[in-house]
């Protein structure tokens, strides 16, 4: 994933920050369909900062798996889940695990998501 504020080295205003998370509120509160809310957030977050993909993993307790939703950025395609990515291999088990938040970048390669980088870095066309 790849981020950085938008203004381009400069910094937002707060106002434009606030409207921006009023805007990705809004959005979770009025989209139902994953794509749909997606979408909606990619548009609102663009305003702020840039990056590659959007997603949620949300644990099933009584599984102990996580449901996965992950969207292209540019393309606003859905994400399928790569059937070899063990749940231990991704990113939302290792911030469950360390309650941490976690922020990484595909061109800066990190040994504990490789094949999860490795799956968000594939082509990918269409959109949804």
Request: hydrophobic letters at 35%; one cysteine or more; aromatic letters at 8%.
């Amino acid at each position: 994933m790849h981020t950085e504020e938008v203004a381009e080295g400069t910094r937002l205003s707060a106002a434009t920050r606030y409207e921006s998370l009023v805007g990705v509120s809004n959005a979770i509160g009025t989209h139902r369909d994953p794509q749909d809310l997606f979408g909606a957030l990619v548009k609102e977050l663009h305003r702020v900062v840039r990056f590659d993909y959007i997603g949620v993993s949300i644990r099933d307790e009584k599984s102990n798996t996580f449901h996965r939703h992950f969207v292209d950025a540019e393309t606003e395609a859905a994400i399928p889940p790569d059937p070899e990515l063990t749940m231990e291999q991704s990113d939302a088990w290792w911030v469950y695990h360390n309650q941490e938040r976690l922020v990484t970048s595909l061109e800066a390669r990190d040994a504990r998501f490789s094949k999860l980088q490795e799956a968000l870095s594939r082509p990918r066309s269409g959109s949804c």
